[in-house]
């Protein structure tokens, strides 16, 4: 059975995903299987190294304080959009030197940086440890490393690393 659904978790997750998005009807739970079981195959053909997640219990706290910051970052930017051109707005990269290394949580952060609004993950030097981010509104440099360092690097080194 495991062969035939390797990772039933991530086969489940997209079957439900793909009804969401689509009309809920035999033919679309028909599809959402078949797809569900070639990207199965697709992903256990890469073998893929299985996360070690070290502290279980900082995933809710990580998880809560993300969707904060989405929450924020949406109120921030409409706030920006809407707002009009009040004050000179300056977009800009910033370089955030991190100690993480675990691919899994490299991978965490970068969505977790992606999913907020007004920000994105750029670039990502492995060899010097450098991520580049764009942001949105860039007021102050220093403040964006703190916070995803403090934050988010912090956090996700205790739980994977």
């Known amino acids: ?15 439900v995903v793909w009804l969401a998005l689509t009309s809920f009807s035999l033919g679309q739970l028909i599809v959402a299987v078949a797809v569900a079981l070639v990207a199965g195959q697709g992903l256990a053909a890469l073998h893929p190294a299985k996360p070690r997640l070290r502290r279980w219990e900082l995933i809710p706290k990580l998880i809560g304080i993300v969707l904060y910051d989405i929450v924020r970052s949406n109120v921030a930017v409409v706030s920006i959009i809407l707002g009009g051109p009040r004050r000179a707005r300056r977009s800009g990269f910033v370089s955030i030197p991190l100690d993480l290394r675990d691919p899994t949580g490299l991978a965490v952060l970068s969505v977790i940086i992606t999913s907020t609004p007004g920000t ?42």
């Open 120 to 161: 994105a993950w750029f670039d990502y030097n492995s060899a010097r440890g450098m991520l580049l981010v764009h942001v949105f509104d860039l007021v102050d440099e220093e403040g964006w490393r703190d916070l995803i360092k403090n934050r988010y690097e912090h956090m996700l080194m205790e739980i994977f690393e």
């Open 1 to 15: 059975m495991s062969r035939i659904v390797p990772y039933p978790l991530m086969m489940a997750s997209l079957v």
